[in-house]
């Protein structure tokens, strides 16, 4: 079994969120998989954004806004 780190994207509205996972990579099917811990990290964040609380979004994650670029 290796771990590695990995960033996720979490997109909600205007905001988008990079979250710090860690891989689990193993010999078997299902791999790479996240942790319990990360999956619901990614899921508090994830809620976070959709509430509007970039703070509590921020304390898990780097948080960006985005800006829509007129062409």
């Known amino acids: ?7 996720k994207l979490i997109h909600e509205g205007q905001y988008v ?5 860690e891989l689990i ?3 078997d099917g299902w ?6 811990d990360d999956a619901l990290k990614l899921d508090d964040v994830r809620d976070a954004l959709r509430r509007g609380d970039v703070k509590t979004a921020t304390q ?5 806004i985005l800006t829509p670029v007129a062409v």
């Open 1 to 7: 079994m290796k771990k590695r780190d990995h960033q």
């Open 17 to 21: 969120a990079k979250v710090n996972i």
């Open 25 to 27: 990579d193993t010999d």
């Open 31 to 36: 791999s790479p998989y996240l942790s319990l």
């Open 60 to 64: 898990l994650a780097d948080v960006f």
